[in-house]
């Protein structure tokens, strides 16, 4: 019997505790690549405030007075 023999379930309840089994690795999978997303993206805003401060001071020491565009409606005004 080779080792992909022994994998193959045999019965309906090895092949119910297979496909949970299966399941439950899928889904911890899932979780997994959904926190590190999540990390990234918290990362990133972080990493975009931090510009946007260091922008900020740059302007301030050129003398260049900071503004604020308004965005409505997805159109610049």
Known sequence: MSSEEKDVPQNTQDLTVFVQNLLQQMQ?????????????I???GGR????????GELMTQAGI???????TGGEAS
């Open 48 to 55: 975009i405030d931090e510009l946007e401060k260091s922008i």
């Open 28 to 40: 911890q999978r899932f979780q997994d690549m959904s926190d590190a997303i999540i990390q990234r």
């Open 65 to 71: 007075e900071e503004t604020t565009p308004a965005i």
């Open 42 to 44: 918290d990362d990133m």
